[in-house]
T-cell receptor, first 114, second 109 residues
Framework: KAGVTQTPRYLIKTRGQQVTLSCSPI?????VSWYQQTPGQGLQFLFE???????NKGNFPGRFSGRQFSNSRSEMNVSTLELGDSALYLC?????????????FGPGTRLLVL | DAKTTQPTSMDCAEGRAANLPCNHSTISGNEYVYWYRQIHSQGPQYIIHGLKNNETNEMASLIITEDRKSSTLILPHATLRDTAVYYC??????????FGKGTRLHILP
């Protein structure tokens, strides 16, 4: 099976712009989660989508949003970019089978805001 | 906040077993212990998970104490490619993953 894929892998934007990142989960996986990783804050949970509905949400401002499509692919959007949004954005998918969910991570999108 | 405590860093000689400890004294009965690792500039990689019994797979072994307040991840024969940050996580099914700072494992040649 192909792994989780994220596009683009690298992105440079300027302050005030908006950005959309894409994640394609492993085939058959219905849950997609997004994380932000920075050197100072480490890995922080953004939100999780399951069957096109947001199921969990982290403590990020409303500028960060996401959605999931019927084929389980997900996008996250950051509006009005700030310098502090420079980070590695990771997507993870999960099969939601049984009582245990193992998340499989993609390679990430590295965003640089200038 | 993360519900686990791990040492900041550890060294291990190549070829030896790497034993990574994790304290989770407030773990509740329905929380599983998960281990992930992150090699530099890559996404985290799932290693193993367990509830109360010891677990083993092709990558590692997980030893959970009887009171479930701590656990140890064992990499039986560490190689240079095992150099990474190792995260111990406790979570309930359906809940978000909260990553702590993890343990930076250095494998020494």
């Amino acid at each position: 099976k192909a792994g989780v894929t994220q596009t683009p892998r690298y992105l440079i934007k300027t302050r005030g712009q908006q950005v959309t990142l894409s994640c394609s989960p492993i085939s058959g996986h219905r849950s997609v989660s997004w994380y932000q990783q920075t050197p100072g804050q480490g890995l922080q949970f953004l939100f999780e989508y399951f069957s096109e509905t947001q199921r969990n949400k982290g403590n990020f401002p409303g500028r960060f949003s996401g959605r999931q499509f019927s084929n389980s692919r997900s996008e996250m959007n950051v509006s009005t970019l700030e310098l502090g949004d420079s980070a590695l954005y990771l997507c993870a998918s999960s099969p939601i089978t049984g009582i245990q969910e193992t998340q499989y991570f993609g390679p990430g999108t590295r965003l640089l805001v200038l | 906040d993360a519900k686990t405590t791990q040492p900041t860093s550890m060294d291990c000689a190549e070829g030896r077993a790497a034993n990574l400890p994790c304290n989770h004294s407030t773990i509740s009965g329905n929380e599983y212990v998960y281990w992930y690792r992150q090699i530099h500039s890559q996404g985290p990689q799932y290693i193993i998970h367990g509830l109360k019994n010891n677990e083993t797979n092709e990558m590692a072994s997980l030893i959970i104490t009887e009171d479930r307040k701590s656990s140890t991840l064992i990499l039986p024969h560490a190689t240079l490619r095992d150099t990474a940050v190792y995260y111990c996580i406790v979570r309930v099914r359906g809940d978000k993953i909260i990553f702590g700072k993890g343990t930076r494992l250095h494998i020494l040649p």
